[in-house]
Structure formats: structure tokens, C-alpha cells
Antibody, heavy 120, light 108 residues
Framework: QVQLQESGPGLVKPSQTLSLTCTVS??????????WSWIRQHPGKGLEWIGY???????YYNPSLKSRVTISVDTSKNQFSLKLSSVTAADTAVYYC????????????WGQGTLVTVSS | SSELTQDPAVSVALGQTVRITCQGD??????ASWYQQKPGQAPVLVIY???NRPSGIPDRFSGSSSGNTASLTITGAQAEDEADYYC???????????FGGGTKLTVL
């Protein structure tokens, strides 16, 4: 059974960089066939895709966040990470990592989500 | 186009059938996937592809598509189906992921 687990600070100061890591267990990122995404949800709002990475390191980012987002992968640790720079209160949200099957589409596995609050 | 549009709220009587829709130009080229999200929980995939259910999803959930509209149908809605439902797909380029704004389903 594949499991994803987000980790990182729950509180980030304005203008700083938000950093989160997603650890994947029960399956290998290196096996291919999947995109590994970050998705966020502002309090009481809908889902917003941030970006995804393939095991090779190729990435696509939401155009609205592209200038501030970096997603990277560490296949040796079976992890992928998110960095979001120059954060403001508007970046306060629950951040999820999720796996998307390339063949079947759809995000079939999600982490439980982690709340990141941007505040001084 | 990179937008998917959903009705904000839908209600259904217990045991009746409800259809939740998702509209967007990219749906002419890509299937929608559907997610159920209950308060405080991560979304759960309920439909993907043409009309596929992951293991463990009841067969009262089904999906369909016509033109620029994808639909999630719950046949015989149960109290536990009360949740937010989101559609997602790709934008017209196929490179970017898009989500609908979500539909809050109330089971009366």
C-alpha cells in the first residue's frame, strides 16, 4: 500500500521560503509511471494544484505560482520536496502531496495534508 | 482554457440519484477525475478515466462525459456521501493540472 507523508514547518514568517517534503513508502518514485504533485487548499476553499515532478526531474508548475515554486526529487530517499518563496498570508493553506498515474490519470494516493500558516 | 466549473452546492434526498457536473473546454480532450472530501480529511479518488472506480469505492458512484461536460452520478445517495466533490483534469495543452471549484453535496 502506497503511503505519502508530508513534513515541514507549520509556521513560516512572511517573505521567507516555505519548505515541505513528501516521503513516499510502499512504492518507488523511480519506478516511473507517475507524476508527483503538490496541491494546496486554502482554509474553507477548493483545491489548487501547485506543480508536479517526474522521477527524472522534469517539472511543470501552476503558471500563477511558477515564479515562486521549485519542486525537486530525491530518489535515493524516495522523497520529493516543495519550496515556495516570498510567502505571504495568502499562502496559508493545507498542503498535500499526491501521486497521479500517467496512464490512468487521477490522483490515487494523497498525504494527509499539513497546515502551513504564514505569520510573523 | 484552464478552467473547470462546478455548481457550488447540490442537495439530494436520501436514497435518490444525484448528478454533479463539471464543465470546461479541456474536457473535450481529457477525462475528468472525481474526488470526495470530507471535513478535515484528504480528498479520495472516486472516479477516474472513462468511468473507473478505485478499489473500495461503492458502485453507486459512476462517471460520464459528453462534450465539454463531465458528470459524477451517485445512484441511491447515502448519508455518508455528504461531502465536497471536486473534479480535475488537464488544461487544453495537457501539461497542467486543473481542479474545479468543488460542489458541496447535502444529503437530506
Amino acid at each position: 500500500q502506497v503511503q505519502l507523508q508530508e513534513s515541514g514547518p507549520g509556521l513560516v514568517k512572511p517573505s521567507q521560503t516555505l519548505s515541505l517534503t513528501c516521503t513516499v513508502s510502499g512504492g518507488s518514485i523511480s519506478s516511473g509511471g507517475y507524476y508527483w504533485s503538490w496541491i494546496r487548499q486554502h482554509p474553507g476553499k477548493g483545491l489548487e494544484w501547485i506543480g508536479y515532478i517526474y522521477y527524472s526531474g522534469s517539472t511543470y508548475y501552476n503558471p500563477s505560482l511558477k515564479s515562486r515554486v521549485t519542486i525537486s526529487v530525491d530518489t535515493s530517499k524516495n522523497q520529493f520536496s516543495l519550496k515556495l518563496s516570498s510567502v505571504t498570508a495568502a499562502d496559508t493553506a493545507v498542503y498535500y502531496c499526491a501521486r497521479e498515474s500517467i496512464a490512468a490519470a487521477g490522483f490515487d494516493y494523497w498525504g494527509q495534508g499539513t497546515l502551513v500558516t504564514v505569520s510573523s | 482554457s484552464s478552467e473547470l466549473t462546478q455548481d457550488p452546492a447540490v442537495s439530494v434526498a436520501l436514497g435518490q440519484t444525484v448528478r454533479i457536473t463539471c464543465q470546461g473546454d479541456s474536457l473535450r480532450s481529457y477525462y475528468a477525475s472525481w474526488y470526495q472530501q470530507k471535513p478535515g480529511q484528504a480528498p479520495v479518488l472516486v472516479i477516474y478515466g472513462k468511468n473507473n472506480r478505485p478499489s473500495g469505492i461503492p458502485d453507486r458512484f459512476s462517471g460520464s462525459s459528453s462534450g465539454n461536460t463531465a458528470s459524477l452520478t451517485i445512484t441511491g445517495a447515502q448519508a455518508e456521501d455528504e461531502a465536497d466533490y471536486y473534479c480535475n483534469s488537464r488544461d487544453s495543452s495537457g501539461n497542467y493540472v486543473v481542479f474545479g471549484g468543488g460542489t458541496k453535496l447535502t444529503v437530506l
